[in-house]
Structures are given as C-alpha cells and as structure tokens.
C-alpha cells in the first residue's frame, strides 16, 4: 500500500515544465547551512583560506563544519566539496540535503564571462538557471531545455544585499563555453556568463523544496571572436578562481546574516 509521502514524492518527480525554487524548508530540517562546492580548483583555494579545520570524507568529496558570525548571529556552516561537473553536483546536492536537511543552500563557485557584456572578477547573484546542452533529436529541444530551467525564490533575501553584485541568470553545460555560441547564447536567454554545474543543483534544490543562494564569480572571459583567455592557459583560470573564491568567502557571513 501506498504512502501519502510517496503518492506525493511521485507527483513531484513528475512535475511538468519549468521548476520555481521554493523558500521552504523541510520542517525537521538542521539550523545549519550547507555550501556546496564544485570545482577542484574552486575547493583548493577554500583548502587554502581554512588550512586549521577539520576535514573529513564523504562519497562524494571532502568536508568540514564551523562556525560563521558573531554572537547570536553565528551560525553552523558545513563546507562540501562536491565535484564538477551536472552529475556530480546533483548528486552531492541531494546528499547534501538527505544527510543535513539544511535551511539553506549555498553554492559559491566560478563561471566564464562573455567578454563586452561582464566584467572579470564581477560577482552574479543568480536569480534563474538554464541547463542549455540539451539536443533532444526525436522531439523539441527548446520543450526540453525548458523543463530544467529554475528559478530562484530570492524574496527572503529582501532589496537590501550585503554586497554589491549583478542579479543575472546563468546558463550551465557539462562543457567550457563554444566561442562561436555564445550570440546565441546572448540572443536567446539574454545570458552574461556560463558554468557547469549551476543549473543542475538549482534543479535539484527545487525537487526537494531547498532554499538556495548561488553567487558566482567570473574567473574569465571568453570572446565569439577569438575565444577564450584561460582556453590552453590553465594558470589564467587558476589564478581568476583564487581572486574570486576569496572575495566570495569575505563576503558569506554577511549574506549568511540575511538567512534565518
């Protein structure tokens, strides 16, 4: 027989186009907030800013708990490294969310920039994701891609941010970003930049009713024109990632402030 939690699970699985993240919370969820990252270069550079704590293992990478804040507005802050890559980051987001049951996600992390229309080292607030690399050959690509846009409920954040970022949408592939895509890109979602993960844990996060909170950094630009600077030049990626990492961990506790 049947449970209502699973009739309702299932209807949820097959939920139609389109997914708005909720700022709901499981009700026996932990006051703690988990924050997810992807990239190993993006967890070397947080290795390297929190050399003191604690790390231990998961199936899915390494992690350690702290503390954030000061006085009552401290809070209990679980640092994942969950890989790169859409496979990854769902899978380690839905960990993440079974194991802690968090009352909030945080995603921080890098992406690309396309040059003219954002800044290197600029910081994205992402209001929506779109999963572009999908090729549905027997159907409609656009119904497709559709289906795993998400939107981000942000209301709770207010109008008043702690730092000054670009409200935007990011678009996600389990690829560097195709010079020669990138007009489509623009003409199509009005997108400024790219990474690969975003879009699947925001998906993810909205399945399972999850507050969530993605600040994104631009390592580096890549143009339709002549490509991109860090393409053959890993130093240049490596070193935008630590500008842009460490600016992104300065600033958590104060959004953290905003979370309840």
């Known amino acids: 027989m049947k449970t209502l939690s699973g009739i309702l699970f299932a209807f949820a699985a097959l939920s139609g186009a389109g997914t708005v993240l909720s700022a709901g919370t499981s009700s026996t969820g932990m006051n ?3 924050v997810l990252i992807s990239a190993n270069a993006e967890w070397k550079v947080v290795r390297s800013l929190r050399p003191d ?19 009552s507005r401290a809070k209990d802050v679980i640092f994942f490294h969950g890989g790169w890559g859409k ?48 090729l549905e050959a027997m159907g409609d690509s656009k ?49 400024v ?10 998906y993810t996060c909205a399945k399972n009713r999850q507050r969530l909170l993605i600040l994104k950094g631009v390592s580096d630009l890549v143009a339709s024109n002549s490509g991109g600077e860090a393409y053959g030049n890993l130093q240049v990626f490596e070193s935008g990632c630590r500008v842009v990492m460490t600016e992104l961990m300065d600033q958590l506790p104060k959004w953290l402030e905003k979370s309840p």
């Open 32 to 34: 703690c907030t988990v």
């Open 193 to 202: 930049a790219a990474d690969w993960e975003s879009g699947a844990i925001a």
């Open 87 to 134: 496979v990854a980051a769902a899978g380690s987001t839905q960990y993440c969310i079974d194991r802690w049951k968090p009352v909030l996600m945080v995603n921080l992390g890098t992406c690309g920039g396309f040059r003219g229309d954002v800044s290197r080292y600029e910081i994205l607030l992402v209001e929506r994701t779109v999963i572009y690399d999908i």
């Open 53 to 71: 704590e604690t790390y231990l293992s998961s199936p899915w990478g390494e992690f350690f708990k702290t503390r954030m804040g000061k006085g």
């Open 143 to 191: 119904q497709a891609i559709a289906d795993y846009e998400t939107t981000l409920d942000l209301g709770w954040l207010g109008s008043d941010l702690p730092a000054r970022v670009r409200r935007t949408l990011l678009v996600s592939a389990d690829r560097d970003i195709v010079p020669s895509e990138i007009p489509a890109l623009r003409g199509r979602y009005h997108a």
